[in-house]
């Protein structure tokens, strides 16, 4: 990258192309001891702001800036802003894409902090203001509304009157009563970039790391011993199919020690556990649910409209009220209130997952681990030499180009392209991840005998267990061939569904159906032809009356399990689906269960209380909090 003077770039826009980049600047502190020991460290990172939603999920588009366990972030900052600020009228790069030179303007888009570092960066006084909110002016006993929005002018203004004060007890006055502090602040001098405006509001801090943990330590207290174990029996044996991990008894024991991940689990889970405590009032369980479809409208991988930034108000008016009949306490939180500003930092900035914090939180561990094997020193500049010369490897591997000495456009050979498509390679000098090549529709995991190889049987046992399977085979001599049992089938979305697992997918008709898995085959025929073939066992919705039944309390739409089969290609297997059983209806519960246990070589008898589902009981909830549902309305199904 070469800067050019204001005068050469003007003359050369006429037949150069010129881009804007806009930029997402991240900043955080994180801890550089692997250990629970806090020893602070401020990182900042960037992202382009213009790369589709999919590419900002892969760590490898979020990059390193700086960090420091001395100074304070705005300090950091400063040379950043100066940087981005000396090349706003251009800087010539080359485009290796279409081979010629381009002009790219920097700006800033979005800055991305959590709330007290947001904070900070508005210089905005935080919680202990009388003006709470770095957004917008509102009164702090009056959290459930939103004021006048706040401006940099504004700002800038008070800033000046506090420093022109005479006393100290004025200054503190009027930082407690405007909600504005003083300092230097080079964010607050970027031309097209307000620090209140400007730094939405992330959905892993404002939604899982505020309201969710503060609901889930206040319900916690309320419950007792013998009811915190029915909660984690209950989330012991939870159908966790449809996710990839899952919360234990155990990790519910230590909730206090829940990290992001976890919490994002436990919102999609929550109503559902919390129902099944007695001490639990009906009102806690109702503000789970309003604020578990708040949660599940933020993190959807649909687009938004008017109607669902309309219906993301409603949630959140509704959760205050809902919450200020449970604990009014938590309605004059400063992190509460956050919630109020989604809807307009959606209109703003589009869709949450452009501004999302989670990626360049994996950017901090790689910072603290690069920092646990210097000598601590020099930690900073160690840090920035390491991922520099990962950084120089990347672009080698990846094609880049530059210019040698003589001004000539270099680019890698042929043999270092080949090694940079080595992921063994790139997951040793870089750490990036070995990419697994995913396809979609397929039978995976077959059966195999002790050598190793796949366990083939005879197809006519199977046919007979299966009335209608034969009708939906293409293969000559049925009786005649053998077939290969598969674990697991590759859905549309990617997901790989394991067998008793409840899936969406299309009928032979076209139809959507949701269904659990039963059996997924491969039918080898005597003419070595194959066919690949899932046996469903279909769920239906319940209407009566003309109207889809749905649950009182989670306002779940309920399914119900049939005996009818449906025999379908593994294509078409849209995406797991979450259900919860029925338990109410079922009169579920908590059993006594004996199991044996092997300590020092004797067996020994044991009991243990688990929650069993009755299974005689064939009717589910739709779980409408699961992020990855991209539906929402069953009625259609046919």
Known sequence: MKSRPEEQCKKRKEDIPVYTFPINLYADDTSGNK????????????????????????????NYLTTSNSVNPKELFIPVIEDIKSNSNGVL??????????????????????????????????????????????????????????????????????KEMNTEKERVSTRKQSGIKEGENC??????????????????HTMLLNPNKNLLREIMAILDEGERDILMHSVEEFDWSSFDRQLTSKSMTHYNSFIGRDYKLWIQ????????????????????????????????????DQRDLNYISTLVDRFFSKLGEVNSSMTRKQTTHY?????????????????????????????????????????????????????????????????????????????????????????????EENKKVVRNGKLTNPDRDRF???????????????????????????????????????????????????????DKDGHVNIGVIIKAISVLSTD?????????????????????????????????????????????????????????????????????????????RKYKTVHKCNKNHRRYLVNRFRFTHLERDYGSIK
């Open 35 to 62: 250990s629970k020991q806090w020893n602070c460290f401020h990182v900042l990172s960037m992202q382009l702001a213009g790369l589709p939603l999919g590419f900002k999920k892969c760590l490898s588009n979020v």
């Open 93 to 162: 790069l080359y485009d290796a894409a279409e081979k010629r030179e381009v002009i790219a303007m920097p700006k800033i888009a979005v800055g991305i902090f959590d709330s007290v570092m947001a904070s900070k960066m508005c210089n905005h006084l935080g919680a202990t203001a009388n003006h709470p909110c770095r957004v917008c002016n509102v009164d702090k006993n009056d959290l459930k509304n939103m004021g006048i929005m706040r401006t940099k002018d504004e700002t800038t203004m008070v800033i000046q009157q506090i």
């Open 339 to 431: 919630l109020k500003h989604i809807s307009g930092d959606i209109i703003k900035h589009g869709h949450p997952e452009g501004y999302q914090a989670e990626k360049f939180e994996e950017e901090n561990g790689r910072v603290r681990m690069i920092e646990s094997y210097t000598n601590r020193q020099s930690p900073s500049r160690d840090i920035a030499e390491r991922i520099a010369k990962q950084e120089i490897l990347r672009f080698i591997l990846d094609g880049g180009v530059w210019k040698d000495e003589n001004e000539k456009l270099c680019t890698p050979g042929k043999g270092i392209l080949e090694i940079g498509e080595n992921d063994i390679v790139r997951n040793y000098i870089l750490g």
């Open 187 to 204: 964010l607050m001098t970027i031309e097209d970039f307000c620090p209140h405006r400007d730094t939405p509001q992330d959905r892993l």
């Open 452 to 506: 190793r190889h796949e366990l083939k049987t005879p197809l006519a046992d199977t046919i007979t267990e299966y009335a209608g399977l034969e009708q939906h085979l293409h293969i000559k001599n049925i009786h005649k061939s053998s077939m290969v049992n598969y674990k697991h089938v590759t859905a549309n979305s990617s997901e790989n569904v394991k067998l008793e697992s409840p899936v969406l997918y299309h």
């Open 528 to 604: 070595r032809k194959t066919e690949e073939i899932v046996i469903m066992k279909r769920a239906q919705i319940i209407i009566i009356n003309n109207e889809i039944m749905t649950d009182n309390i989670f306002d779940c739409q309920i399914i119900e399990l049939t005996n009818q089969l449906h025999f379908i290609h593994p294509s078409k297997i849209i995406q797991k689906i979450s259900l919860v059983h029925d338990c109410q209806g079922g009169k579920c519960g908590l059993r006594l269960i004996s199991y044996r246990q092997k300590i020092e070589r004797k067996v020994i």
């Open 269 to 304: 889970i929550a109503p559902f556990h919390l129902a099944r405590c007695t001490s639990i009032s009906t009102d806690y369980i109702q503000a789970y649910c309003l604020l578990s479809e708040i949660t599940y409208m933020v993190y959807r991988p649909d687009s938004y």
